[in-house]
Nanobody
Framework: QVRLVESGGGLVQAGGSLRLSCTVS????????MAWFRQALGKEREFVAG????????YYGDSVKGRFTISRDTVKNLVALQMNSLKPEDTGVYYC?????????????????WGQGTQVTVSS
């Protein structure tokens, strides 16, 4: 059983930073491709950032490139998302997700495991 728990969301002013964490209970994160998705009110959930099971490759959505960084801590078995230069349009619920095996890391249909989400609100 794989359980994902997000933390670190909150309210921040535009230009500020937040760090989200996704703690994984169960198998090592080395077995999974992992990603962050977000969903703004009234919009579809979108890919934010992802990391391969090996940690060798990372991927980002166009709107967050250069501002967000995804990283893994294999000792703590968690994946983090460092968010800098936040904008009001970054507001939404951020979800951690994971899947094993082959698939497209940016496509949410491949993800089997999801966290409950954490709210990020960026004020202007």
């Amino acid at each position: 059983q794989v359980r994902l728990v997000e933390s670190g969301g909150g309210l921040v002013q535009a230009g500020g930073s937040l760090r989200l964490s996704c703690t994984v209970s169960g198998p090592s994160i080395n077995n999974y491709r992992m990603a962050w998705f977000r969903q703004a009110l009234g919009k579809e959930r979108e890919f934010v950032a992802g990391v391969e099971w090996s940690g060798a490759y990372t991927y980002y959505g166009d709107s967050v490139k250069g501002r967000f960084t995804i990283s893994r801590d294999t000792v703590k078995n968690l994946v983090a998302l460092q968010m800098n230069s936040l904008k009001p349009e970054d507001t939404g619920v951020y979800y951690c997700a994971a899947f094993s095996g082959s698939g497209h890391i940016k496509m949410q249909a491949f993800y089997k495991y999801w966290g409950q989400g954490t709210q990020v609100t960026v004020s202007s």
